[in-house]
T-cell receptor, first 113, second 112 residues
Framework: DVKVTQSSRYLVKRTGEKVFLECVQD?????MFWYRQDPGLGLRLIYF???????EKGDIPEGYSVSREKKERFSLILESASTNQTSMYLC????????????FGPGTRLTVL | GEDVEQSLFLSVREGDSSVINCTYT??????LYWYKQEPGAGLQLLTY?????DMKQDQRLTVLLNKKDKHLSLRIADTQTGDSAIYFC????????????FGAGTRLAVHP
């Protein structure tokens, strides 16, 4: 079974702090994704990566950056956390096969005070 | 642009059938997906349908696809309390890299 893990289930940070969210997958998937989930808005793509050291902006990249130094690990960085970044963050991975199923981690609920 | 729309809430009685509807805009999507999110958890893939199919059945789940109207539905037969969750419809993005476009999710509440 594909396993996608995220470093924390719950996180509380203060405004202005630098925040790291880590995601690890064990299926040797090429593609990895970071989403944020807000009620009534569904999932919005922040960034994705299709290979080590490669990244592409999603629909809402402002205020975020990412890092992919190893194939299995994809990090989301909030350079200076703000209260409007309080949200559920979901990581996913997928291979290059068809169908292009994405497998999700359990999510990190981040609260910025 | 690409967009996926779903109603936000559905309430059904235990034992009844549930039908969750979705409309999408990209007629070139190869696959369409249904994901389920239980409280406090990530999304899990329920089922998917290839765009050249009209229907797919998997135990209690039936997916219907109307390509002309760009309408996708998920029917859950004999709905149980364990089916209470948020259901997301998603379509393949034409942007490549296996990107998906998700709807806002439909919260299904099952009551006795």
């Amino acid at each position: 079974d594909v396993k996608v893990t995220q470093s924390s289930r719950y996180l509380v940070k203060r405004t202005g702090e630098k925040v790291f969210l880590e995601c690890v997958q064990d299926m040797d998937h090429e593609n990895m994704f970071w989403y944020r989930q807000d009620p009534g808005l569904g999932l919005r793509l922040i960034y994705f990566s299709y290979d080590v050291k490669m990244k592409e902006k999603g629909d809402i990249p402002e205020g975020y950056s990412v890092s992919r130094e190893k194939k299995e690990r994809f990090s989301l960085i909030l350079e200076s956390a703000s209260t409007n970044q309080t949200s559920m963050y979901l990581c996913a991975s997928s291979g290059q096969g068809v169908p292009d199923t994405q497998y999700f981690g359990p999510g990190t609920r981040l609260t910025v005070l | 642009g690409e967009d996926v729309e779903q109603s936000l809430f559905l309430s059904v009685r235990e034992g009844d059938s549930s039908v969750i509807n979705c409309t999408y805009t990209d007629s070139s999507s190869t696959y369409l997906y249904w994901y389920k999110q239980e409280p406090g958890a990530g999304l899990q893939l329920l089922t998917y349908i290839f765009s050249n199919m009209d229907m797919k059945q998997d135990q209690r789940l039936t997916v219907l696809l109307n390509k002309k109207d760009k309408h996708l539905s998920l029917r859950i037969a004999d709905t149980q309390t364990g089916d209470s969750a948020i259901y997301f419809c998603a379509e393949s993005s034409t942007g490549g890299y296996n990107k998906l476009i998700f709807g806002a999710g439909t919260r299904l509440a099952v009551h006795p």
